[in-house]
């Protein structure tokens, strides 16, 4: 009787409450798998239309160079114009391999921004913009200081610049006389390294700015780079014009500094600029007596003249997904299909 008594007082429901406790943990560690198994199908699924936006891209590259190898025979480049009667089957064509071209479940569009905005359809030419590696190469002071004159009305400043970027080709150790060499570059920290030849790409110009603002502190900013136009509208706002009280720092001047980074390439491969192609600005620079005439000529008939570079900017979209690539090639070569310098996933 006294052991059936003992039995009777021990605590009841036990076996419940513990099953009860497995069954929440194994309610708890399905619920854990299914929410990682639908993460991981979401992520699969994300990765897989961004790779069908990613070779949406790809056909967009392709196509272009494909473009470029027909258009070899002609000899030149030139943009159509919609004004242009006689362009108007090219307009066609290039609004049909271009222009939001089906690829599978996505497509691709061709095109590019020039230095001041202009958008068209198709590859862009290099050689309407300036290679400021072959100017400094040649030491073509006169034309590096008007390119300079865009961003800044120091004089004194623009002669170092000059300076500065004749130093960072030229194959010497011996410094102009406001330039930098190779020490210059060694006291930066981390140090950097001098080209002594020509640029390899035109943010080359950063490690060339960021030796001068550590050798002449207060005298340079990287608003000769990136320019005063915040917004990049091409008019002179508010806060582009009260120094450095709102971004971007600028010299309260009343004058809209630009840059130079849309005007400049070192992919062109010559110091010349394709008269089609460039941009009033460009021609300016370049061409200082004569731009005007040019810009007049060109808008009835195309001008000889012509570059070999072209920069292919391609936007794959599939299911709301976007990737751009970007692809610097020449035209020539032994096999005449166009050969890749540089490319881009942006």
């Known amino acids: 009787m006294n052991e059936d008594k003992k039995n009777k007082n021990k605590p009841r429901g036990i076996a419940l409450i513990m099953s ?119 030491k073509k002071r006169e034309t590096l200081q008007r390119l300079f004159e865009t961003a800044t009305d120091d004089l004194v400043l623009i002669d170092k610049l000059v300076d500065c970027v004749i130093d960072y080709v030229d194959k010497d150790d011996n410094p102009e006389i406001n330039g930098a060499e190779i020490d210059d570059y060694e006291d930066l920290e981390p140090p950097a390294r001098i080209a002594n030849g020509p640029m390899n790409e035109s943010t080359d110009f950063l490690t060339i700015l960021d030796v001068m603002i550590n050798k002449f502190p207060g005298e340079i900013d990287d608003t000769v780079w990136f320019g005063e136009d915040l917004n990049e509208d091409g008019f002179l706002d508010e806060n582009e014009n009260d120094g450095d009280k709102t971004p971007p720092i600028d010299d309260a001047d009343d004058i809209l500094d630009q840059g130079i980074k849309d005007y400049i390439t070192v992919d062109s491969e010559t110091d010349k600029v394709n008269p089609n192609t460039a941009s009033e600005k460009v021609l300016e620079i370049i061409m200082p007596e004569r731009y005007e005439q040019i810009i007049e000529d060109r808008q009835y008939r195309h001008l000889s003249g012509g570059g070999k570079v072209f920069r292919i900017r391609s936007y794959g979209k599939a299911h709301g997904y976007t990737h751009v690539l970007e692809w610097v090639v020449k035209l020539g070569g032994r096999s005449g299909y166009p050969t890749v310098k540089r490319m881009y996933s942006l």
């Open 20 to 138: 009860m406790f497995v069954l929440f943990f194994l309610m708890s560690l399905a619920i854990s798998y299914a929410f990682a198994i639908k993460l991981e199908l979401s992520l699969a699924r994300n990765y897989m239309d961004d790779l069908q936006a990613q070779y949406c891209a790809k056909a967009g590259v392709y196509r272009a160079l494909g473009e470029l190898k027909k258009g070899l025979k002609t000899g030149s480049f030139a943009y159509p114009k919609y004004d242009f009667p006689e362009d108007a089957e090219l307009l066609e064509r290039y609004e049909e391999v271009y222009n939001k071209v089906p690829v599978g479940e996505g497509y691709y569009t061709v095109k590019f921004k020039d230095n001041f905005g202009q958008v068209g359809l198709g590859p862009m030419d290099e050689s309407s913009l300036i290679n400021i590696s072959e100017l400094a190469k040649g």
